[in-house]
Each structure stands twice: as C-alpha cells, then as structure tokens.
C-alpha cells in the first residue's frame, strides 16, 4: 500500500480510511477529497497502520480478525453492501468496535433480478437468444415452453427480498408458499419444513440471509426434492447452496434448471460450469443498479461522517 504516504504526512487531519475489495475501488473517487484513501490490495506502508480509522468492505467477504486487532485507531467497520455475513459482528461488537450496513436500498432490485432469471430460465430467453444467432431458427422450428401461471413458487427466506419476489410473482399469477426458521405474519402460507417447500414447489427462490449456521442449506435433499422439473434460483449467497450436489443433480436431470446470481466462491470459475446443462448465470448483479449503488455510497458517505463526528450512525449492524 506504498501509495498516499504523501496525504499522511501533509494533511494528518483527514481520517484515514482502508478499502478492502478492488471492486470497490471505484470508491475512492468519492471518498478521497475527505478522507485519505489507501487500497488494501495495493499494500500500505507499516507506518500508517496506526492511522487507519475505517475500514469500508463489501459484506459477503470474510474479514480478516488478525488485520482489524492490528489496526489501533480503527473505530468503525463501513460495510458498502447491505449484508455483512462476512463480518462476525458479535466479535467486533465485544470490542467496541461499530458495524454499518445499507439497508433497505435493492431489495426490490435483488427481486426484480430474480424474476427475471426465472423467466430467461422457464421461457429459455438466454437460449432462445442463442440459437436465432447461430441459425438455428427455421421456418419448421418452434421452441414450446411452459407458462409461468400456476407454477408452484417457493421462498426460503421471507425478509425483504422474499417478500418483494412473492408479490411478484402474485401478480403473475404463481401460487406463492415460503419457509424460514421463524414464523412470522405473512400474506403468505410457511411450509413446515424446507424438504416439504421443495418438494410442493416448481420454482424455489433462494433469498434469506447467510451466517455460520445456514451454510449448505439447500443442501443435496431438498435440490431432489425439487425434482427433475424444478428450478433452483439463488439470489442470496452462494454458500447457502451445496454447489457440487447442484451441478450433480443437474448434470443427471435429478434437478431440472438454475438459474444462479451468486456462487460459493466468486468470482466463479468459468470451467466449473461449462459443461452443466440448464443453467443461466448472472455474475452477482442482482442488486448492481446504479439507483442502489446511489443509495449505497451516499449511505456510506452519511456513516463516516457521523462516526467521525461523534454522531450517532445512520445505519448501524443492530
């Protein structure tokens, strides 16, 4: 992080500030006129590491506890994204150390991404694209698919997200179930069990948070579950899926389509899926709309002042 040494020595007063992930580099631009601004894939000389007031993440990535208890003056975590599953916020909360979040800003894009995945997969959109462009359309060919009115529409995770696809899908005339840990008051019906909402579903839409415990949830049961006529969309975290049981079951027609904007490990190797059939792949922009990155930065923006100025947080991790 050799960079920016020259921003510590004239001008100590700017808080300083250490972005994590290089795609968030663009950032920077925003950031830089009030604060100092170091890129941790860059590398920043030992002597400013006692300077480093915040450091701004992108939730889904695990934080390294090694580097935070090496940071003294860190005082607050900035996540740029709204989850913050890579963070254990219990641990930084034991040592007086804030988390913020954006809240509230693309959950109904995250569900709009998700619709649309389900119709490129049931109507074959992608795939349809595909074949005019090779030729493969003749005058004696014609691609039948299914109607979504009166697929069976399950959500695992009613929050946010889950709520904005099941009104949605509502409105397409889909029969909408959901299942979670916890009941709560909903329009809709909660299944029993996961096993049971897979099974009485024809579309399963991945959406509820991940943490420690919910890791493989939709594991290798329920993707069977789903059946051969099924289709799995995840547009919450990859982790919550057991990949290598997905592209099992794909590959021997045990699971009928995924449609997936998220990956255990992203980016996502292209070869692993070159050859798993009935797939369409988003590379996580379900929620990448330049209305929420908006909403997002100027979030952000709103925390490191407040937590600088010694304000109460806009939107801190409860």
């Known amino acids: 992080m050799g960079v920016r040494v020259d921003y510590c020595l004239t001008m100590p007063h700017r808080p300083a500030l250490l972005i994590m992930q290089r795609h968030l580099a663009p950032l920077t631009a925003f950031l830089e006129s009030d604060y100092t601004v170091y890129r941790f894939w860059e590398g920043p000389p030992a002597e400013v590491q006692g300077q480093i007031r915040a450091l701004v993440v992108a939730g889904e990535f695990p934080l390294d506890k090694a580097l935070i208890e090496s940071l003294p003056a860190l005082s607050l975590i900035a996540c740029f994204t709204s989850g913050y599953d890579g963070i254990d916020v219990d641990w930084c909360r034991a040592r007086g150390l804030p988390v913020t979040h954006a809240p509230g800003v693309n959950h109904e894009d995250v569900a709009d991404h998700a619709l649309g995945l389900i119709l490129a997969a049931r109507r074959q959109i992608a795939a349809g694209d595909r074949a005019l462009r090779a030729g493969e359309w003749t005058a004696d060919s014609k691609m039948i698919t299914p109607s979504l009115k009166g697929q069976r529409l399950g959500i695992v995770g009613l929050g946010s997200i889950g709520e904005a696809v099941a009104r949605r899908a509502e409105a397409m005339r889909m029969p909408v179930r959901w299942w979670g840990p916890r009941e709560k008051d909903s329009l809709w019906p909660r299944a029993a069990s996961l096993l049971e909402l897979a099974r009485d ?71 692993r899926w070159a050859e798993v059939p009935n797939t369409v792949l988003t590379p996580h922009t379900g929620g990448a709309t330049t209305e929420a990155v908006q909403g997002m930065l100027m979030l952000l923006i709103q925390n490191l002042r407040a937590a600088f100025a010694g304000e109460p947080l806009k939107t801190p991790v409860a």
């Open 201 to 271: 579903s024809d579309i399963l839409v991945v959406a509820c948070k991940a943490d420690d415990t919910n890791r493989g949830l939709v594991s290798g049961a329920v993707i069977e579950a789903l059946g051969p006529q099924g289709l799995l969309v995840n547009v919450a975290r990859g982790q919550l899926v057991d990949e290598t049981a997905l592209i099992a079951a794909l590959r021997d027609g045990r699971l009928g389509q995924a449609a997936l904007d998220v990956f255990e490990e992203e980016p996502t190797d292209a070869a």
